[in-house]
């Protein structure tokens, strides 16, 4: 695979061209490039310049809305909803957290159900936005039907990512954001463009076979994270990030799509949580004694480490130069 | 293995003339053995009967506080808290539910932060007690050190089971209730008792070594279901019912526990959610869309569905002949 290198300002300028020539406004092109840049910097290339496509594909098709202006309401003082006006969640998630945070900053705990919005990003930018008030995070989102429920050969579940994260007051936040699949689809796609093999279990091929080719589980069919308890967990993510935020499932969000490759719409549940309110004092504290002794097993990184280690590194990031080109094309 | 048939009322007569000989009261007498009567009556063994020793061990030792008293007091409109007073759990989350279960009516979420308290059951009882209020219920404990983290071969994580109940009107709720280790710690006993291997993957033996029998597994550790993906949720698990809610890790609960064989002193978190203030107002039939889904594929059946068919049978269950020997010497 050829790269090439580009700073986090031309990975940003690069990603917002690409969308307002096809369509979207400052605004909203602003907050996905941000989310797009973030992606690279923090070294998760498949949600960076590899989305660009599908995002620009959504705008073009009119499925999604580039003008979007999604205004979060206060329902209950626990509650806070916000309509995403058929636009990509990025803006209405950065126009929804501090509602969020100022609500489970008073009430202890607080909910936000985002609706009618196109998500097409990792969930750690919500999480640690949380995080980075203090509060405890945790998002979800479903997507469209990849994943085959333990026991089941046919896409049912979306790639049904959840995300955690930990305040860690005067450090980066402990975060993990991971598909509820064995792999997430973005990383089989990479997989399959650069030629790797992928661990067995990972997913079926087309004749509902077990397969290490990335290239045939993408005719097939992806499995859940351990068996049937990753499936059950799958299962909680349809029905939290759908009837409970009042969305679609998975399958119901491909059925209402027009095939443009890009987000389908969907919803997200995201819940805050004041470990200062809920817990002791010393809650800081006292978790760092986890995390130690986490730390102290060889071979053991706290889930988000490597993310935060990159993104202490401002310089340039390498980008398939494949893919710079074809956005080129495109900006 | 030899059993004997005991009817829903022996079993319960049985548990409770076991605890109140060991210095419980009649309130929190009634509440375990009502618990542990509905684990048998529910076909789950490991959290019936097989218990009791356990919990009068506590007794027996001073440990647990069998007069306890708990009174849940409402903090923010949206979280209650309820100080254990070193009792058994059931007593104290009985008296908790409906107070959260209202907050959450109201504020559309609400939680419910247990401390001081002994847990030793399943998590369903409170999970589902939600669910039966309209409410989403969502549970978490964390226990002893038995689990070692993915890529680690000593136990840090209790087996830390989390619960999930979505409510299903004029039905049982869609429930599930597991482990998140790759096996409950009452199913590798079981299988040591009745001489069954383990699926490899179970556990590790004194050596680090994997191997499917269980007597080896007690001596070593167990592991987390779906490596480091469960891994992940095991230590969010210990956060929650941790310095969340001002409670001890697992490896706490061990330092501070006299060793009598019974449950450690140890913290709950109990999330209740309104799909009716944050969703449609179709989202029970809306869910019933994914559920008729899984149940047409062959060989899936929804979480807790076994479980509820056993429990419309009233009749005697079959319980193991030497325990109830054991027992009646208790009682």
């Known amino acids: 695979m050829t790269t090439q290198a580009l700073s986090l300002d031309e990975i940003y300028q690069l990603a917002f061209d690409c969308l307002t020539k096809a369509g979207a406004d400052q605004a909203n092109a602003d907050a996905v490039a941000n989310t797009v840049m973030r992606a690279e910097r923090d070294g998760s290339a498949s949600h960076g310049l590899f989305r660009i496509p599908g995002y620009v594909a959504t705008l073009l098709s009119g499925k999604v809305n580039g003008s979007a202006d999604p205004q979060p309401e206060q329902v209950t003082p626990a509650f806070v909803r916000c309509h995403g ?197 010393n809650w800081a504290e006292h978790a760092e004694k986890l995390f130690a002794k986490l730390e102290s097993i060889d071979g053991i990184r706290l889930p988000g480490q490597r993310r935060h280690k990159m993104r202490a590194d401002l310089g340039a990031r390498e980008v398939n130069s494949e893919l710079v080109e074809k956005l080129q094309t495109m900006s």
């Open 85 to 281: 006006q058929n636009g990509h969640a990025p803006l209405a998630i950065n126009r929804s957290v501090e509602m969020l945070a100022e609500s489970a900053l008073t009430c202890g705990v607080a909910v936000l159900s985002l609706t009618h919005s196109h998500h097409f990003a990792a969930l750690w930018p919500e999480t640690e936005a949380l995080a980075m008030r203090g509060l405890v995070g945790f998002a979800c989102v479903s997507y469209m039907p990849m994943v085959a429920p333990a026991g089941g050969r046919e896409a049912l579940f979306g790639t049904n990512p959840i995300s955690f994260a930990w305040p860690r007051p005067n450090n980066t936040p402990l975060v993990f954001d991971m598909a509820t699949s064995a792999m997430a689809m973005g990383e089989v796609q990479i997989a399959a463009r650069d030629g790797h093999k992928v661990p067995l279990g990972t997913g079926l091929d087309a004749n509902g076979e077990l397969t290490d080719d990335p290239r045939e589980i993408l005719k097939g069919v992806l499995l859940p994270f351990g068996a049937h308890k990753g499936s059950a967990i799958s299962m909680m993510v349809e029905l939290m990030a759908g009837p409970m935020v009042g969305e679609g499932f998975s399958f119901e969000a491909q059925e209402g799509d027009n095939g443009d490759g890009g987000p389908p719409q969907g919803g997200e549940f995201i819940l805050a949580i004041s470990p200062q309110i809920l817990g002791s004092d």
